[in-house]
């Protein structure tokens, strides 16, 4: 008989549960038309953008990795694994849930603009060569392919919570949350936007690619995270572990936002440059503005600003990156530095631990960028305020949505597993108290004192 220790038991879920999903999923046979190349299918699609989308979602998916070191590098050397480890089990855990049920539930049959049927999609169930399935939207794509763009998407927005509650949150409970987060807030969020169907998308409020969905719900995620858990035992100021890092992260995240924008108009034409070229103006401009900015006001011109400046950039262009002028971009990138910048150092000033900034970055310049859209695209620049102000409720109703479905959910995650490390467990650093590693060579005495925090757990535990 198996016998496992009293603090290895809540991994038997987890392993269970893919056991099972993996078994169930030979149960759900492949149609027999779902990858069969018709002539009337072919003559849908368009091997360009099929050649583009393929490049678009492997930009998409190097992304994560890439703020994995961008996180990495900004935290205490003894929390590098960890925080790192955190963004990249994402590719694993949202890849299998999105095939799973969320694509069903983000682009599945429409239920009253809310929600998509977990049914229409269950395990991918006639995601094939296809480019139809969804109602109202014209793919010249597969609509697999579209579903893999689409999951790369899913995988980085809870990859992006994790700055705000770094260094203090056990390993099983980051995975309860993200797991739930994605279902409850994601799938919706994504429905509500990007589905034909959905109640923002039929209000008029245009997401080019996922200031809304991906960074304005991730960053009042972080928020709600930040606020529920509590300071860390040590939150004051610390030396970030490489500078280095981070700013091989922040390259990484420009260059894969390229097709994160530049994909999401799902065709290879002009349009696909017109938004690379504004993805890199406004990139280009807040990195400069930023450190500047921090060099005015007497703070050393920093590479952690040039590398925080660069993607609150490329996060307040987002949601307009296809559709503005280059010099509304070059505003936009410019105007996003600063509103961010500000709410970092206020921040600051609040007794809030977002250890990263991730609401200060992606949840501020989602929402600025929103709002801009609504200013530059059809909107109040053109005297269409009633645009404008469908972005301005656009940007309410997601906030209010994802700040109280977010709290609710690390509230029943820390009723399931408890989410925060105790205090010799932050101390001694998450990356030997959770995973049993360190930044560097792990030595006889710290392996000695990972084994004494196992047998105490395991001593409470009894």
Known sequence: ?????????????????????????????????QFEETPEILAKLN???????ITASGLVMLMTPGLSFFYGGMVRPKNVISTMLQSVVCIGLISVLWVVIAFSLAFGSDFHGIIGDPRTFFMFKDVGISPDGIRGLSLTIPLVLYALFQMKFAIITPALITGSFAERVHFSGFLVFVSLFTIFVYAPLAHWTWHPDGILAMMGVKDFAGGIVVHASSGVAALAGAIYLGKRVEPGEHHPANIPMVLMGACLLWFGWFGFNGGSFLVADANAAKAFLNTNTASASAMLTWFLYDALLGRKPSAMGAAVGCVAGLVGITPCAGWVTVGESLFIGTITALVCNTAVHLRNKTGVD???????????????????????????LDGN?????????????????????????????DKMVNMRVNVKHEQLGLDRSQHGESYGILYEDEEHEIREVAMGNQAHAK
Do not use: N
């Not at 977002?354 to 109040?380: K, M, Q």
């Open 354 to 380: 977002d250890a990263l900034d991730v609401f200060s970055t992606h949840g501020v310049g989602g929402i600025l960028g929103t709002i801009l859209t609504g200013v530059f695209v059809d909107g109040a």
């Open 385 to 413: 305020w009633k645009i404008f102000w469908m972005h301005v409720l656009g940007v309410v109703m997601v906030v209010a949505y994802t700040f109280i479905v977010s709290y609710i959910l690390y509230w029943v995650t």
């Open 1 to 33: 008989m198996f016998h496992f220790p009293c603090q290895h038991k809540r991994w038997i879920v987890f392993f269970a549960l893919i056991i099972g999903l993996s078994i169930l999923g030979l149960f759900v046979p492949e149609s027999a038309e």
């Open 47 to 53: 091997k360009a953008d099929i050649a583009w989308m």
